[in-house]
């Protein structure tokens, strides 16, 4: 549904939705989706342009992470090797072991590698308010200000993992934009300054996969990763999975580690000036110049340490021509 018009002669408007409750050829891959979006532009003089827009996204869905165990057979003829998981030095019954060659069958193009239970829930939400002043001919004032908002998760049983809990972005930005001749060729110049701020908190576990573990001619609640299985992962607050810690810790009774940068709670604060000119020859030809300097601090620890260690954590300040 889309729509949208004059309110006055100096206000305009729109609203758009769209929504989508959709299954698929593939097994337990579906799509529920709602969207909304609106627009506003207000001109209250001849030189001043107020624009305005927010979007409303939510999602539940899965993503179609199709058969395993890919072969040129399965390709041209759709004969899949059958087979079950054996213990040969991994990790449990999946991890790091094999699986014993059983057969080979006719499979059903829409098989999947997902369990009952399976999917992902996301929600966004951005919005942009947009300041426009024609100070004199050629030269025009802007002023850009952006929000975006974002928390997501999803759970697979072969075993994946991520949850966004909170994720945002601001900024904004003031530019100068002027247009003049010097020496009988023109220039279009773009000057000014933007101010950003960042937060990420995410929790991450893609060290677990076991695609070619499960057998997908098996009944789909077979095809799940006893988490009693998991390894070094850390349950993550409030939610019954869980992720890999975003630094390395000492294990009891073990010499080895590991850590995902994507588990992470990170804060980053920008400042930059920039300006470019683009020359114009003639019709055919111009010369692009530009320059930009950035100012950046950033702060990142891990949310989730394995218990009774300190969170590992860094941070930076530094000038970015």
Do not use: C
């Not at 009952?116 to 025009?140: C, K, M, S, W, Y």
């Not at 077979?222 to 630094?247: C, D, E, H, R, W």
């Amino acid at each position: 549904m889309d729509t949208g018009g004059a309110i006055n002669s100096k206000l305009a408007y729109r609203i758009s939705y769209e929504g989508s409750d959709a299954d698929s050829f593939y097994r337990l891959v579906y799509n529920d989706s709602q969207s909304l979006y609106t627009a506003l532009t207000y001109k209250p003089t001849s030189r001043l342009t107020l624009d305005f827009n927010a979007e409303y996204l939510r999602a539940h869905f899965t993503e179609n992470p199709g058969i395993n165990r890919p072969t040129q057979e399965l390709i041209d003829q759709h004969r899949y090797i059958t087979g079950s998981s054996v213990q040969n030095g991994g990790t449990g019954g999946l991890f790091g072991n094999t699986f014993t060659p059983t057969g080979k069958v006719k499979i059903n193009g829409s098989q999947t590698v997902l369990a009952p239970g399976d999917g992902a829930d996301a929600t966004v939400f951005n919005t942009q308010a947009i300041a426009t002043l024609a100070l004199a001919p050629e030269r025009t004032l802007v002023n850009r200000t952006y929000f975006e908002s974002v928390a997501a998760e999803k759970h697979s049983s072969y075993y994946f993992y991520t949850y966004l809990p909170s994720s945002q972005t601001a900024e904004n930005r003031t530019e100068f934009l002027a247009d003049f001749n010097v020496g009988g060729l023109k220039h279009e110049t773009i000057s000014g300054v933007s101010l950003r701020y960042e937060h990420r908190k995410s929790y991450v576990d893609i060290l677990n996969e076991v695609f070619d573990a499960f057998d997908l001619t098996m009944a789909p609640s077979t095809l799940v990763y006893p988490t009693n299985q998991l390894f070094f992962v850390t349950p993550v607050p409030g939610k019954i999975y869980s992720a890999t810690p975003g630094g390395r810790y000492p294990r009891v009774g073990r010499t080895d580690s590991t850590s995902l940068s994507a588990t992470l709670d990170s804060q980053l604060g920008a400042g930059g000036l920039f300006v470019q000119d683009q020359i114009k020859f003639n019709s055919q030809w111009s010369l692009l110049l530009g320059g930009r300097a950035d100012w950046l601090f950033v702060n990142s620890q891990d949310p989730l340490p394995r218990p009774g260690n300190v969170p590992k954590h860094d941070s930076i300040s530094a000038l970015l021509p």
